[in-house]
Structure formats: C-alpha cells, structure tokens
T-cell receptor, first 116, second 114 residues
C-alpha cells in the first residue's frame, strides 16, 4: 500500500515534444506529491510538487496533473529540451506539514532522453 | 547556504572493511534522511532522524548498517563489515517540517566494495 508505481521506465522524445510520465498510488493518506529531477552524478532535486486540493499545478514548462479519485498523478514537460534529459522520480508523502511526518515514497524512476 | 554536504564523494574498499559515510545537513533543518540508490532497487530510504533522534530505521538492510546523528549538523552511516552487494550511491537529504515535504539531497557518496 506504500508503493508508488511509475511508468514508463524510459522515454525518448524529440526536441519540442511533450514528455509525459505517470504515477499511481494506493495509500489515501498521501497528501503531498513531489517530482524530483536527477542528473547523472547528482542528487535528486525537487522540480515541482502538488497537494491533493488542486488538480493541476504549472511551473514554466512543467505541469503536474492530479486525479484524486483515480489516485494518479502525472508530469508533463512541454516543449521538451535536450537539457531536460535526466531521470525523473515521482514521490508521495503522508502527513506533510503536520506535527508528525511520514516517509517520502519514491517511484521507480523514468529515464528521459530528449533528442535534438 | 552550502546545501547538504556529503563526504567522501567516492569510496572504494575491500570486502570486510568498515565504511563510514558522513553528512552535514542544511542549517536549521530538523529532519535528516539516508537513502541508497541502485539500478536494481531504485531509491530506498534507509533511516531518518527528527531532531537528531532516529524515527524509522526499517529500511536499514541488516545489522551491518548503523547510523548516528550526534548533533544537528552531523550524521554518519556506517557499514561494518562491508560486502560487494553494498555497492551503491548513498544519499543524505534534509528538510524542515515547516517546509512540508521538500527534501534537499546531497551529491551522494558512490561506494564500491570489491
């Protein structure tokens, strides 16, 4: 029930295209859904995050779409660029912002390659 | 701020040796996390601390692994004795409760056990 399932494992997109990565979860206690971006040799870095009280959040070319009833959320990268080539992880956290604090559960990761 | 600092960045050791990984979290952060990343298992949470106290160590693989946080600015992850299957990249991350779930990761320590 703690799992976050991420797909696809790898994704190849042409420059200017749209990259879409999907995640699904089971634990309804999750209340914070971040996406992390990791470049080779670096640690993951927070890219964008959403809470379940909204269905969409956009920051520049990056958008999270959230479907609470389906327990799914996705990352859309518009106008994908070669510099976006990285591994992307979705994650979920229960009790974020409360007095207790849960674990950040990560998806398996998606290796994105954007061809010029 | 300098971000989360980890040392060493690379460690190569022989099976059976003791390995100590070090982490300095971001000043003012009250949570510290240790993760392990491998191709096979992805990113795994090993243990995390709140205000220097271990909260959940259920991800620690076995008794060969131990972690300490003697003060708010320093933590260690120790493997004794090390085995080839411990080869991985180990990340430390920190966060502040008031910032919700945002965790800041260090650059990682690449451990190779031969």
């Amino acid at each position: 029930q703690q799992q976050v399932k991420q797909s696809p494992q790898s994704l190849i997109v042409q420059k200017g295209g749209i990259s879409i990565i999907n995640c699904a979860y089971e634990n309804t206690a999750f209340d914070y859904f971040p996406w992390y971006q990791q470049f080779p040799g670096k640690g993951p870095a927070l890219l964008i995050a959403i809470r379940p009280d909204v269905s969409e959040k956009k920051e520049g070319r990056f958008t999270i779409s959230f479907n609470k009833s389906a327990k799914q959320f996705s990352l859309h990268i518009m106008d994908s660029q070669p510099g976006d080539s990285a591994t992307y992880f979705c994650a979920a956290l229960a009790n974020a912002g409360g007095t207790s604090y849960g674990k950040l559960t990560f998806g398996q990761g998606t290796i994105l390659t954007v061809h010029p | 701020d300098a971000g989360v600092i980890q040392s060493p960045r690379h460690e190569v050791t022989e099976m059976g040796q003791e390995v100590t990984l070090r982490c300095k979290p971001i000043s003012g952060h009250d949570y510290l996390f240790w993760y392990r990343q491998t191709m096979m298992r992805g990113l795994e949470l090993l243990i995390y601390f709140n205000n220097n106290v271990p909260i959940d160590d259920s991800g620690m693989p076995e008794d060969r692994f131990s972690a300490k946080m003697p003060n708010a600015s320093f933590s260690t992850l120790k493997i004794q004795p090390s085995e080839p299957r411990d080869s991985a990249v180990y990340f430390c991350a920190s966060s502040r409760l008031s910032q919700g779930g945002e965790q800041y990761f260090g650059p990682g320590t690449r451990l190779t056990v031969t």
